[in-house]
């Protein structure tokens, strides 16, 4: 059974690029979260999705960051215009209900290096 | 505004003695708390957890036990051992969370197990 798979593992863009990030759930999880850990920091919650909807975006930063989880396919974090601010680990989480009852399955993250 | 503080960045501990990782909270509204452990390149891995109901949890080596009124919990690890060896993040849920689907987490402990 496998994790929850992020892709890629690692990025690198120059400022002004686009960076998408990808997230596959574990096999009958609807439940999707992104977060960022900044260096030096704890992971900081962003966005939780199910199938087709947002349900909290509180911690997504307003401008250049979107998320979607369509109906067939990854998750996909997206980051227009990235700034060396951007620059992070980003970890997905899957749960077949909602958490943190339903404990959070981790993939091994994303790391986003903007030069 | 960090409402789930670890203040120690790191803690050394022989092997077979006991680890001792403590957290602090400021919103009292939270009344979910768990643990989670993370290995360099991996994403964090869930240990354990305690509802505001309960003043102590355990699971095999580890115990977490949470004083609702000092706001604080605390993870004991006992017999400590070398694959210990990693982050510990303190993470809680409730309060404004929507849906007590959002975790806070605090900023991490690196423990090392000396052989």
């Known amino acids: 059974n496998a994790g929850v798979m992020q892709n890629p593992r690692h990025l690198v863009r120059r400022r002004g690029q686009e960076a998408r990030l990808r997230c596959s759930p574990m096999?009958?999880?609807?439940?999707v979260y992104w977060y960022r850990q900044l260096p030096e920091e704890g992971l900081k919650f962003m966005v939780y999705?199910?199938?087709?909807?947002?349900?909290?975006e509180s911690g997504m930063p307003k401008e250049r960051f979107s998320a979607e989880f369509p109906k067939e396919g990854p998750s996909i974090l997206r980051i227009q215009q990235v700034v060396r601010g951007d620059s992070a680990a980003y970890f997905c989480a899957s749960s077949l209900q909602g958490a943190p009852t339903e404990k959070l399955f981790f993939g091994s993250g994303t790391q986003l290096s903007v030069l | 505004d960090q409402q789930v503080k670890q203040n120690s960045p790191s803690l050394s501990v022989q092997e077979g003695r006991i680890s001792i990782l403590n957290c602090d909270y400021t919103?009292?509204?939270?009344?979910?708390f768990l643990w989670y452990k993370k290995y360099p390149a991996e994403g964090p891995t869930f240990l354990i957890s305690i509802s505001s109901i309960k003043d102590k949890n355990e699971d095999g080596r580890f115990t977490v036990f949470l004083n609702k009124s000092a706001k604080h919990l605390s993870l004991h690890i006992v017999p400590s051992q070398p694959g210990d060896s990693a982050v510990y993040f303190c993470?809680?849920?409730?309060?404004?969370?929507?849906?007590?689907?959002?975790?806070?987490f605090g900023t991490g402990t690196r423990l090392t197990i000396i052989p």
């Open positions: 919103n009292s509204m939270f009344d979910y």
């Open positions: 993470a809680a849920a409730g309060g404004s969370n929507f849906g007590n689907e959002k975790l806070t």
């Open positions: 999705l199910q199938k087709e909807n947002i349900i909290d």
């Open positions: 096999k009958g999880h609807s439940h």
